[in-house]
Structures are given as C-alpha cells and as structure tokens.
C-alpha cells in the first residue's frame, strides 16, 4: 500500500485543454502565451506547459528565471517569457536556457547585450510598457528613448512590446477599452514599425471582454484553469460561462461523532453548539491551505450535501456539521473544492468567503497539496 496524505487536489487534463482552446477561439488568430507561473497557478507547471503545448500554445509566460530554466530542463521548445523583472546577474542563464526576457527597465540591457555578444547571438528581448498598471515598465514620456536604447545593443532585438491591464476584471469600468488605445498611441508615436513587433496585452479578463484586445498575442491566466478573472455570471460572454474548473480538492472523513447542545468546539470554543450536533471530523486545516479564515464560514461537500465548518478551523483538523445529512461515515470523501453529486462548490465561492480571489485559493490549495492529474 502506498501511503499519502488524505488530502488530494485532483487537476483535470480534459478540463484544461478544453479551457485552452475556449481562451484561442476568443483571441482569433492571437498567439497564445499560456501563463504557468506560480506552478501553472497551483495546477502544477510542468504538466499543464505540457498540456498546453499540445494544444497548441507558442508560449509560456512565468515570473522568475527559475521558473523558465524548469521549463526547459523539462524539455519544452516553446517561448518562454520572464515577466517580473530581471537582475543583470540572470544574463548567461537567459543566454543558456534561451529564455525571452521582458525588459521593465534598462537595468540590465549591458548585461543582456554582453552576455549575447559572448555567445555569438542575437537575444530577442520585449519590453514591458506602463500605461496604467503603476507598477513596472517604462513610462510612456520614456518610452521613444528606452526604444533607441535597445536598438543601440548590437546583441538585442527588439521582439515585442507588452503592458498588462489593471482591470480586466470589471469590464464595466471603461478602463480597458482605455488601456488598450493608449498601448496602441504610445507604440504609433515612437515612430517603429509596430507591423514588425509583437504586440500583446490580454489578460483572461482583456480576451473575454474585449476582443480587440488579443492583438499579435494574448496571455490568459486564470482562464486557463477555468475561471473568470471576476466571477463568471449569467451576464459574462457566452464563451467565459463554457469555462470549466480544472482543480478539485478532497479529503476524507477520518472520524464521525455526536455531542451534546452546549459543546464548545475546538481553539477559544468559537462555536458552541445550539443542539446535539453530529460531526464529521476532517484530517484537513491551514497547513494544507484550508486557511483558518474559513472558520465558522467554510462549506465542504459529503454524501452530496453541503456541510458548514462549525469552529476554528486548525492546522490539520476541522469539524463540519453533518446532523442533517444521513448516513455519514468514517472514510466518507468530503469535496473542500469541485462537484460532489449535484452540488458543487467553486474557487470564486471559498474566495468570497475568505474574503480574497479564486486566484489565491487555486494557488494556496496546489501549493500545499499533492496533485493527481485526471482523465
Ligand atoms: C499573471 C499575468 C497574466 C495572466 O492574468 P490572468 O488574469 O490570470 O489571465 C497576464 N499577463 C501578465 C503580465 C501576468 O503577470
């Protein structure tokens, strides 16, 4: 017998391609970037970057050089972006792995230039435009000039310019729309010819809200692992409402038991119970990213039913009420994330109960957790 941890995220490989190929049909003719930091944002890296190239994707974009330099050890021949910024000190490895790094400042051009130079290459770099994020890039009064800059490094080529949206996740705001022209205005005025770069700005929420958006390439996120970047509702495209959840998280019921009205119920007895109460207990707590903000708040799936966290949530045990759902058993799955019978409970709504995005709690939960990759 193999032995594991009860607590198991569940990724579904069907449910990202399908994703994938909802966020391409939105974007045209767009290059797609898949974005896979943050361990494919908890789905696990290497094995969505491979999902997604199958499917298609001319890129992955991550966060840090380590994170490309996995990548690649892993084998993919894709693009693959660093988009948080670099230190000159990351140069060679840039070189090595044929990572594309995006510029937010000149900070490191003599060491890129340099460090191609030495290899007898040509490095494409991108260059990363702040028209309203606030908080990289080059602003648009130094934009023409940073532009010239890169042209002078004999070793760099000037592949592509980028910005990001702040607000993708309320299309309502206008700011996109925004966003999206004076990206297109600073790129016209620096007197380039955009025709010959790479031009991408799209978000989840930019290629769901705005299609002029995806221009030469698009960069979706969240999307990818099947929300939206706001909570997909009747009023969401079409296309947005067809994403799927990849990400399940489940545990199992490691004890059931009864207790008298009046019982205080675990850490500082935030909860005392107004009955007698059954409870299911749950090897599971904020060690495993069940965070103990879920306290008196959380829902957890059993025998297809909803069950509230009743107390603290602790580090690897919490109580749910379960006097109204028949027939719980020790070794019962108890679904924290995903669909259990008919009811289901999704990332947006343990995010609202924690008072965050789905994002962070995609993150949290495969991060902390095991990953089997099903069907
Ligand atoms: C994370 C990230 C994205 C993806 O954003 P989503 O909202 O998850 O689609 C796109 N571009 C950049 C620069 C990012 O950092």
Redesign the pocket.
């Known amino acids: 017998m193999v032995i594991e941890s009860l607590n198991r995220v569940l990724v579904s490989r069907s449910a990202l391609a399908h994703n994938f190929a909802l966020c391409r049909r939105a974007s045209g003719n767009a290059a797609v970037m898949a974005?896979v930091?943050a361990d494919a944002?908890g789905h696990g890296m290497l094995e969505c970057a491979r999902i997604f190239s199958r499917c298609g994707a001319a890129a992955f974009?991550v966060?840090e050089v380590v994170e490309g330099v996995g990548l690649r050890q892993a084998g993919m021949t894709e693009d693959i972006f660093i988009?948080?910024g670099l230190l000159p000190e990351f140069a060679e490895t840039i070189l090595q792995y044929r990572l594309t790094p995006v510029l937010v400042d000149t900070h490191s051009l003599d060491a890129l230039d340099r460090a191609a130079r030495t290899c007898g290459r040509i490095l494409d770099v991108h260059l990363k435009v702040d028209v309203g994020m606030g908080r990289q890039g080059i602003l648009p009064v130094d934009f023409a000039t940073v532009v010239q800059e890169i042209r002078q490094r004999r070793n760099l080529n000037l592949a592509g310019i980028?910005a990001?949206f702040p607000k993708?996740?309320d299309p309502d705001s206008g700011s996109t729309a925004r966003i999206l022209a004076e990206f297109l205005a600073v790129n016209r005025s620096c007197g380039h010819d955009p025709g010959g770069l790479c031009l991408h700005i799209a978000?989840?929420?930019g290629?769901f809200s705005l299609s002029a958006a995806a221009l030469d390439m698009v960069?979706?996120?969240?999307?990818?692992y099947g929300y939206g970047?706001a909570p997909v509702t009747q009023a969401s495209s079409r296309r947005e409402q067809e994403l799927r959840p990849a990400m399940s998280f489940i545990s199992r019921v490691i004890g059931v038991r009864a207790v008298p009205a009046g019982t205080g119920l675990g850490y500082g007895h935030s909860f005392v119970t107004r009955r007698r109460t059954r409870l299911a207990v749950l090897p599971v707590g904020y060690e495993d990213g069940y965070l103990r903000t879920l306290s008196n708040r959380g829902r957890v799936l059993i025998r297809g039913r909803r069950a509230p966290v009743l107390g603290r949530v602790s580090m690897n045990l919490t109580l749910v009420d379960v006097t109204d759902i028949p027939g719980v058993e020790t070794g019962d799955e108890a679904v924290l994330l995903g669909r259990q019978g008919q009811e289901c409970i999704t990332a947006d709504e343990i995010a609202a109960w924690m008072g965050t995005i789905s994002?962070e709690v995609l993150c949290l939960f495969g991060h902390c957790n095991r990953i089997e990759y099903v069907d």
Do not use: Q, T, V
Not at 219 to 224: A, V
């Open positions: 974005m930091k944002y974009g966060a988009l948080a980028m990001h993708a996740d978000n989840s929420g290629i960069r979706p996120g969240i999307s990818l970047a994002y």
